[in-house]
């Protein structure tokens, strides 16, 4: 995979973030961490927003945050335009995300999942590809519904 990914998280997702650079690591994405550097705790948008602007702006291809509920992360990102992110538990979820709604970043649960899950969820989610056809136009909604609220 040659894909750009915006790596960032809270207190409550950092050791989760440090264990997520080997499995990145293991499937030859490159990404940037974006913090934060300890379980010091700290406000979840400013590493939210870091991530969502820098793939929004076309720096990276991709976004993935943890935080305790992932809910956090996902609703701050989601504030920049041009970025879906989505929260996943399962495999299942993270690949519909991607196939459906064409989710460029990811936030995680980090207390809700344990390694093992995290691992496969986020090996689902980049192996899946936004199908197109019928969910375009929904997609499409979505990004002009954020061009009309900047008019």
């Known amino acids: 995979m040659s894909k750009k990914i ?6 409550a997702g950092f050791e989760e973030k440090e264990k997520l650079k080997s499995t990145l690591n293991e499937l030859g994405i490159e990404f940037a961490d ?17 991530a969502a602007r820098a ?4 720096d990276f291809d991709q976004g993935l945050l943890v935080c305790g509920s992932g809910t ?12 879906r992110a ?44 936004f199908e197109g056809g019928r969910h375009e136009r929904r997609v499409e909604k979505i990004e002009k519904a954020e061009d009309e609220d900047f008019k």
């Open 6 to 11: 915006a790596l960032a998280a809270d207190h």
């Open 34 to 50: 974006m913090g934060t550097t300890s379980t010091d705790s700290v406000d979840y948008p400013d590493y939210a927003l870091k």
């Open 55 to 58: 793939v929004a702006n076309g």
């Open 72 to 83: 956090g992360m996902a609703i701050a990102a989601n504030k920049v335009h041009g970025v």
């Open 86 to 129: 989505a929260v996943a538990w399962s495999p299942d979820i993270a690949r519909l995300a991607r196939q459906h709604n064409n989710a460029n970043i990811l936030a995680l649960p980090a207390r809700f999942i344990s390694d093992d899950q995290t691992k496969e969820i986020v090996k689902a989610w980049f192996d899946a590809d």
